[in-house]
């Protein structure tokens, strides 16, 4: 028969070691997009950078939270049998790392499509689902007991169901309108193939992490699955955010760089480390030829009458 507290924290602890381990990689881009891209736009820069900040301090907590629990409450069924301040803090800082990156996609739609209403809607939706993750982490403040977490489940459901419905709608929307990009050019379509399977991977990953928390946490919210997803789930969208801005150095083709900032949803950023602003002077070159034709027996007869003379 298994622990109650391996069925309540067990989870969240394997959940920690794999979102640490995705820290590490975000860790590991955030170094090269600001060695690659030193040059960006400094609202871009500091975006990442918030990022970063939002998403230790989810990871700072989630250590913090486990190791409160099985270190200095070991034994201690009523202090592991309720949430701490640690914990409530988690589905806050979850829906406003998830809000920031859906927000970036949101403006990559707006830059790739030019349509506002598009961006509208996945604007208005990803910040519904961060106000419902925050109201989430206020709910756990209020309910304490980790047995009782179904008392909030329908603030919790908005949380999460708006968010596997921003992240489904990102993917179609930025999918949709690369594949209307198609020329038939060799290099064109292979970057597409590419943009479009990141794009389709990104999104995939965030929304079946979403909707398996969605599951797990109405189907047996007393066990700490849903906690395992809800530690994953923010490391995986700054990691996709992050990914996205770095696969920029790896279009190597000179006369695809601007098609491809282009097309993947991103207005060519200047400098970006690799490539220069400086612009070459435009040169251009004609060259003329010139042909005259003759009527052979004419030539022939007037070479005839010369040497005749």
Not at 3 to 18: E, K
Not at 45 to 64: P, R
Not at 96 to 107: E, K, N, P, R, Y
Not at 148 to 166: I, M, S
Request: aromatic residues 10%.
């Amino acid at each position: 028969m298994s622990s109650p507290i391996a069925i309540t924290h067990g989870p969240a602890l394997v959940g920690l070691f794999l979102a640490c381990i995705l820290y590490g990689i975000m860790l590991l881009q955030c170094f090269g997009f600001w060695t690659h891209f030193s040059k960006d736009r400094m609202w871009l820069k500091c975006y990442v950078g918030l990022l970063l900040l939002v998403d230790t301090l989810s990871t700072i907590f989630a250590m913090w939270w486990i190791y409160n629990m099985l270190i200095n409450n070991f034994a201690n069924l009523n202090a592991l049998a309720n949430a701490d301040w640690l914990l409530a803090a988690d589905p806050a800082l979850v829906g406003i790392t998830g809000t920031c990156c859906q927000l970036f996609f949101a403006w990559r739609i707006k830059v790739l499509t030019g349509k506002w209403w598009l961006t509208s809607i996945v604007t208005a939706l990803s910040i519904i689902s961060g106000l419902a993750a925050i109201g989430s982490g206020i709910a756990v403040s209020w309910v304490v007991k980790l047995a009782e977490f179904d008392k909030f489940q329908p603030v919790g459901c908005l949380w999460l169901a708006t968010t596997a419905v921003v992240d489904i709608l990102i993917t179609a929307i930025m999918t949709v309108n690369l594949n209307q990009r198609r020329t038939g050019f060799r290099a064109t379509e292979k970057l597409l193939n590419k943009i479009v399977r990141a794009t389709v991977a990104n999104g995939l990953l965030t929304t079946v992490c979403a909707v398996l928390e969605l599951s797990v946490y109405v189907g047996k919210p007393q066990t700490g699955l849903h906690i395992f997803f809800s530690f994953v789930l923010p490391k995986l969208y700054c990691n996709s955010v992050l990914s996205s801005l770095n696969a920029r150095k790896f279009d190597t083709p000179s006369s695809t760089d601007n098609t491809s900032s282009h097309i993947s949803g991103q207005r060519p950023l200047p400098a970006t480390g690799r490539h220069s602003t400086r612009q070459d002077p435009l040169v251009i070159t004609v060259n003329t030829e010139h042909h005259e034709m003759y009527d052979l027996n004419n030539y022939n007869a007037k070479g005839n009458s010369e040497w005749d003379d």
